[in-house]
């Protein structure tokens, strides 16, 4: 399947131009600052540690739209880099790493951290269990996605 | 200028990213982690100037909060920078990207000062509050945000034609 998918007519165009591959990353690493920063802004606020003063929905909901908008911008044009060179990716066990904390990370986020921003129920301690995890989760992907692109 | 950066080439921090497998990617990485943590929550400055986020919580309550979280990462990539700059500082200096990322910063820099030093430092009190301040201040957010973003894909244009890796 990763074979095909470099053969596709989207491959071959990002695969011959470094200009295209050039402009794709630097149009994932916009989205995925974005998603980051986000993601550091709702964590460090479910662990009580930013703007402790407001409930943390107002902080956690504009940064899960910024998650959202900054995933999207990283999923599509990852996915036309990866497209060029899937075989070898798919093989780096850096970019399987890289896969499941991305998966990890937004489940847990979408899941928990958000839900633990909107129930006033939820004690100050779940929630800073909550940002504790989402902020390890989201540092190892950021890791995970160097290591990836620095030692394939 | 070239003596220059020919010396600063041959540094033995310079030497040692050259030569080390793992002295280049960890510098390299160390520099990404910096770029996430300082404009990764210098935009919510940002976007709470623009009126856009945080509007519940006061513009310097939100830089007050932040800017220990964003310094800490600028300190992180400028030294990083500056060790890369070292091991590469002749190619560098020729690529056009390098250049151009150089002036955004530069660029951002200025506007974040005029910003403290001229408008925030005289008229905060008017609008440190409001949920949409004024457009001296919202179009200072959008600069900032523009500068940065110009900064990153400068940076990432500049890896791709100085090391013509795929």
Redesign the interface.
């Known amino acids: 399947m990763f074979t095909w998918l470099e053969t596709t007519s989207v491959a071959t165009t990002v695969?011959s131009s470094?200009a295209i591959?050039?402009?794709l990353?630097?149009?994932h690493?916009?989205g995925?600052?974005?998603a980051?920063?986000?993601a550091?802004?709702a964590n460090?606020r479910l662990l009580g540690v930013?703007?402790r003063?407001?409930p943390a929905i107002?902080?956690v909901g504009?940064a899960t739209r910024?998650i959202a908008l900054g995933l999207t911008i990283s999923l599509v044009t990852g996915v036309l880099l990866f497209s060029?060179?899937a075989s070898d990716a798919s093989a780096n066990g850096a970019f399987r790493l890289k896969m499941v904390l991305l998966i990890a990370a937004g489940v847990f986020h979408f899941t928990v951290s958000r839900g633990s921003a909107a129930r006033a129920s939820v004690s100050a301690q779940r929630a800073r269990g909550a940002g504790a995890i989402g902020l390890a989760l989201w540092l190892g992907l950021?890791?995970a996605a160097?290591?990836f692109i620095?030692?394939e | 200028m070239l003596a220059v950066l020919e010396w600063l080439e041959n540094t033995r921090l310079a030497i040692l990213i050259q030569e080390s497998q793992y002295g280049f990617p960890f510098v390299v990485a160390v520099h990404i982690l910096g770029l996430t943590v300082s404009v990764g929550t210098l935009l919510w400055v940002d976007l709470r100037m623009l009126g856009v986020a945080l509007r519940g919580l006061r513009v310097s309550a939100v830089y007050r909060g932040l800017a220990p979280w964003f310094f800490a990462g600028f300190a992180l990539m400028f030294v990083s920078g500056a060790a890369l700059f070292t091991a590469f500082a002749t190619s560098a200096f020729a690529n056009l990207y390098f250049r151009l990322k150089l002036v955004a910063l530069l660029l951002a820099g200025v506007n974040a000062l005029v910003f403290h030093v001229v408008v925030a430092a005289k008229t905060s009190a008017k609008w440190d509050d409001a949920a949409r301040p004024p457009a001296g201040v919202r179009i200072a957010g959008l600069t900032s945000i523009v500068l940065w973003a110009g900064v990153i894909v400068a940076g990432r244009m500049m890896s791709y034609t100085m090391f013509s890796y795929p």
Do not use: K, N, Q
Request: charged share 10%; glycine share 8%.
């Open positions: 695969a470094i591959t050039a402009s990353s630097a149009i690493l916009i995925y600052t974005l980051t920063g986000g550091l802004a460090l930013l703007f003063g407001r107002e902080v504009p910024a060029a060179r950021a890791v160097c290591v620095l030692l």
